[in-house]
């Protein structure tokens, strides 16, 4: 039982659930050590979402509604922390929910899949039931992604992604990506569209938030608030807040 006085209570928590999502056979091995990668950079950014990231998770919502096709992408550590704020936002925005994984196994995509659909997702993909076509340029186990899903999409909602992929998505395949990334320095925040450098746990909330905020807004205007988002900007910012910490 945790302590609700303790210090680090919610990081508790969340390493809980991590532990958890393991346990339950959501997680991979690896899924524990990129979450303790995340906490590092996560103090380092205060655990708390800035202005900067603010005003990134705005540009993002935009990104969504103005999508023909978008997709949210999900692995294990999204699952564990975040998979009640996916299925929300799916159902939203009336878009798939894709389950890719590094570590693929019929076993994880099952439970991974079980996890969604008592959450209400009506169209989950990346499960075996799927037609799968092979990312260009990508080798490896992330590659084969759903004709229905990812392949066909304009812009991926990538959270907690690999680097690799998040590069070849977005530069080879010119597909349009929103990463969550506590790193900016990592290779999913240098190359993604979009990169909110915050917590996958603070972030799905607020994003929520502002899609809701902007559902009305006519698409000339969201187009506008996309025009005024500079990704490099956004990084430097980023960057810039964790210096002044350390100043
Ligand atoms: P690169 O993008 O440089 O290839 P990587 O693939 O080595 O990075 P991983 O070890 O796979 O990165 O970890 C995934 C990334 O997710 C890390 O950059 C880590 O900071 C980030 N991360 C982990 N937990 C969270 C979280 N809760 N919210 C946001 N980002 C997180």
Do not use: W
Not at 114 to 120: A, F, I, R, S, T
Not at 227 to 232: G, I, L, Q
Request: aromatic residues 6%.
């Amino acid at each position: 039982m945790l302590n609700k006085d303790h210090p680090r209570y919610k990081s508790l928590v969340y390493r809980e659930k991590i532990v958890d999502a393991h346990k339950n056979g959501i997680l991979a091995d690896s899924g524990m050590i990129a979450h303790g990668r995340g906490e590092t950079f996560d103090y380092l950014i205060g655990e708390k979402t800035t202005e900067n990231s603010k005003n990134t998770i705005d540009a993002a919502a935009c990104y969504l509604l103005c999508a023909e096709n978008a997709v949210l992408s999900v692995n294990g550590n999204t699952t564990a922390l975040v998979a009640e704020d996916v299925a929300k936002l799916a159902n939203l925005l009336d878009i798939p929910v894709e389950i890719n994984l590094y570590y693929r196994t019929d076993e994880r995509v099952a439970n991974i899949s079980k996890v969604y659909e008592d959450l209400g997702v009506k169209k989950i993909l990346g499960t075996n039931d799927d037609e799968f076509i092979d990312t260009p340029d990508l080798n490896g186990p992330r590659s084969p992604v759903s004709i229905d899903g990812i392949s066909k999409a304009d812009v991926i909602f990538i959270p907690l992604e690999d680097g690799d992929r998040a590069e070849k998505l977005t530069i080879n395949n010119h597909k349009t990506t929103i990463s969550v990334d506590l790193n900016p320095l990592s290779r999913t925040a240098q190359t993604s569209t979009v990169t909110i450098v915050d917590n996958i746990v603070r972030v799905m909330p607020q994003l929520i938030s502002a899609v809701e905020k902007y559902m009305d807004m006519d698409k000339e205007e969201l187009q506008m608030k996309i025009d005024s988002f500079n990704n490099k900007d956004n990084l430097k910012n980023a960057i810039d807040d964790i210096i002044t910490r350390f100043n």
